[in-house]
């Protein structure tokens, strides 16, 4: 079947449709299959993912043989992991930031939820901050492309000790202009993203998730694939899952135990 030729649309009819297909929930869980990628390492492993929306998110982390080696809760403030590897039991207690120095990605509890369930990240809905168009692949598809400015350090006034006039520091201004651009990919039939760039030129990352596999039961078409690829300074990682089993019924609790005895460990 030849695909029709696309609309142009405007990054306001865009967004909208992108909202109106969301997938919304209150609670709740999955079963992921995944797999681990960095360099020449390969670690395949299964998960159980529980949420509430915006406020916490649970992963539990097995090998094939199903023993949990990994626990990890993050909710608005705090980010706590229990390791149970044999020869490598800890506790981790750290606060919410620490999650995008773990996963390489700008991350906080709501960007997370949107991460596994297909939603958009990084997406502006302010008018005119993103420039919408088509381009084809396998087929078309529409774009929405943005590049922001923004002041990593916005200091206007750094003690410069080898600048003095009458022994007087003189305040040094810095001028630290990057940005980071993202762009996106939109299927036509359900408006749901497909493929997302973000690109941090301040730190030279490049992250591409790639969403498949849209659900065609489900009402919000969510996709039961995602492969996510990092490039950095330091090499290249993937993450590779399959949503397996979802429910949206079931309420958590969300208490993290652990082993007393074990080690903590805050950074």
Same mark, same amino acid.
Request: hydrophobic residues 35%; proline residues 3%.
């Given at each position: ?6 609309? &142009? ?19 709740? *869980? ?9 360099? &020449? &390492?390969?670690? *395949? ?39 149970? @590897?044999? *020869? ?8 919410? +930031? ?29 008018? *005119?901050?993103?420039?919408?168009? @088509? &381009? ?8 929405? %492309? ?23 520091? %003189? ?8 940005? %980071? ?36 039961? +489900? ?24 949503? @397996?089993? %979802? ?11 652990? +082993?007393? +005895? ?6």
């Amino acid at each position: 079947m030849t695909q029709e030729p696309l609309k &142009e649309r405007s990054q306001a009819f865009l967004t909208r449709h992108i909202d109106k297909n969301k997938f919304e929930f209150d609670w709740l *869980g999955m079963k992921l299959d995944a797999e681990f990628t960095s360099g &020449e &390492e390969q670690q *395949g492993f299964k998960a159980t993912v529980r949420m509430r929306k915006d406020s916490a998110v649970s992963v539990s982390i097995s090998p094939a043989l199903g023993i949990e080696v990994l626990r990890m809760l993050v909710d608005k403030d705090s980010l706590k992991m229990v390791s149970e @590897i044999p *020869g490598d039991k800890y506790v981790f207690l750290g606060s919410v +930031d620490q999650l995008s120095e773990l996963a390489k990605i700008d991350l906080d509890v709501s960007t997370m939820q949107d991460l596994l369930i297909g939603n958009p990240i990084g997406l502006s809905r302010e008018e *005119g901050r993103m420039k919408s168009g @088509i &381009e084809k692949l396998d087929v078309e598809y529409y774009t929405l %492309i943005s590049r922001m400015s923004r002041r990593v350090r916005r200091a206007t006034e750094v003690q410069d000790s080898s600048s003095t006039i009458e022994g007087r520091r %003189i305040p040094k201004r810095l001028e630290d202009n990057d940005w %980071i651009s993202s762009k996106f990919w939109i299927e036509s039939n359900f408006y749901k993203i497909t493929k997302c760039e973000l690109t941090d030129v301040r730190t030279r990352r490049m992250v591409q998730i790639n969403y498949s596999e849209f659900d065609e039961e +489900d009402p919000s078409h969510y996709p039961r694939k995602c492969n996510i690829q990092i490039d950095d300074v330091k090499g290249k990682t993937s993450l590779d899952f399959k949503i @397996i089993r %979802i429910n949206t019924q079931n309420h958590y609790d969300f208490s993290f135990d652990y +082993d007393k +005895d074990y080690p903590i460990k805050r950074k």
